[in-house]
């Protein structure tokens, strides 16, 4: 389910705001890739934390429980934030790499193989 703002806001405008927010603060600085990168793994475990040791179940409905989604939406922002800042700092057209990537994912996970099975690619 996606919000009226998901459907109205570009990589673009995202990628923008991110960078105008660390260049106010002066923090372009410390986002070297190496740091970025490493936030960025942090604020994933971070998210993880919410659903260790959870089956699958309950993790989805741990993801929507009143009392813990307003973290989950906070981490969730941190990496998306952090991913968006890597890719400003080491000039990445996210939109032209996750194209990228999804089509060579495509060619790797043939739907008629890979539909409804887990395996990775070079076990399907």
């Keep these: 389910m996606s919000s009226a703002a998901d459907a109205t806001t570009t990589l673009a405008d995202l990628k923008q705001r991110v ?8 923090w372009e600085q410390f986002h070297s890739p190496k740091n970025l990168s490493m936030a960025l793994a942090a604020e ?3 998210l993880m934390e919410h ?25 969730i922002a ?5 991913a ?9 057209d996210l939109a032209a790499a996750i194209a990228t990537k999804l089509a ?4 790797k996970y043939p739907v008629e193989k890979a539909r409804g099975r887990s395996e990775k690619y070079t076990e399907l």
């Design 84 to 92: 968006l800042e890597f890719a400003n700092v080491a000039g990445i």
């Design 104 to 107: 060579a994912n495509a060619k």
């Design 51 to 75: 659903f260790l040791w959870t089956d699958h179940a309950a993790s989805r409905a741990r993801a929507h429980e009143a009392g813990r989604r307003r973290e989950i939406e906070d981490e």
């Design 78 to 82: 941190d990496v998306v934030i952090y």
């Design 19 to 26: 960078l105008a927010f660390a260049r106010e603060r002066d």
């Design 44 to 46: 994933a475990g971070e």
